[in-house]
């Protein structure tokens, strides 16, 4: 998991108190191992290490690089990933994965013109938003290529932000208060770890906001 317990716990549950619904009881008939990179991917080849050391099965992430440090130390392992996008190079194509990787797809980008059509109706008269995004993610460039282009479609402008890490999310906010009217935030580990503070800047700064993922 890219972030903690306490940032990502809810899910692991959900994760786990469905599996013991269909049989998969942890600790009786299947034993999960979990590894947290709390914000930190410079982690996860060291995770995978373990992981292979271990002889898992399967893995379970939501992190591309989770994927990577998998592949490179333990290839023939299957993954199945919960955030993957049409046009991961993990994979063939959604309907037909192929190779070792498969998972389901948030569809990210894909609703990204519907996401800015609710974003619009939050913030009537919107000329100018701000697209944020963490470097360095697959979708960032995807994603904003596509809202850009819908955007411009009805006048709007659109302002491409990046973070490399949580210390930036503050200043990169502050740098386009007075300009920017909204902010469409791409999802990713960083963010949803940080989201309650990003959320709190975008509310103090004025900002209506448009996310994948709300947490307070």
């Given amino acids: 998991m890219p972030g903690t317990e306490q940032s990502h716990g809810k899910w692991v549950a959900a994760?786990?108190?469905?599996l013991a619904e269909l049989g998969w009881i942890d600790g009786r008939i299947v034993v999960l191992a979990y590894r947290w990179a709390a914000g930190h991917p410079e982690r996860y080849p060291q995770t995978a290490a373990e992981l292979a050391t271990l002889k898992v099965d399967v893995v379970a992430t939501s992190v591309n690089g989770g994927v990577v440090a998998?592949?490179?130390?333990?290839?023939?392992?299957?993954?199945?990933?919960?955030?993957?996008?049409?046009?991961?190079?993990?994979?063939?194509?959604?309907?037909?994965?192929?190779?070792?990787?498969?998972?389901?797809?948030?569809?990210?980008?894909?609703?990204?013109?519907?996401?800015?059509?609710?974003?619009?109706?939050?913030?009537?008269?919107?000329?100018?938003?701000?697209?944020?995004?963490?470097?360095?993610?697959?979708?960032?460039?995807?994603?904003t290529a596509l809202v850009t282009s819908a955007a411009q479609q009805h006048g709007i402008q659109v302002t491409p932000l990046m973070v490399k890490q949580a210390e930036e999310i503050a200043p990169t906010i502050a740098?386009?208060?007075?300009?920017?009217?909204?902010l469409y935030v791409i999802i990713d580990p960083l963010i949803s770890l940080n989201q309650a503070q990003f959320n709190m800047l975008a509310l103090k700064a004025g900002l209506p906001t448009c996310t994948a993922c709300l947490s307070m």
């Fill in 70 to 143: 998998m592949k490179q130390v333990a290839p023939a392992t299957p993954i199945v990933m919960a955030a993957l996008s049409s046009g991961s190079p993990f994979i063939e194509s959604l309907s037909h994965p192929g190779g070792m990787v498969t998972g389901m797809s948030p569809l990210g980008e894909e609703l990204g013109r519907k996401r800015l059509e609710l974003l619009t109706q939050v913030a009537r008269q919107l000329r100018h938003f701000a697209v944020v995004g963490v470097a360095g993610d697959l979708k960032r460039v995807p994603e």
């Fill in 175 to 182: 740098s386009i208060e007075g300009r920017a009217e909204a």
């Fill in 15 to 18: 994760f786990t108190a469905r």
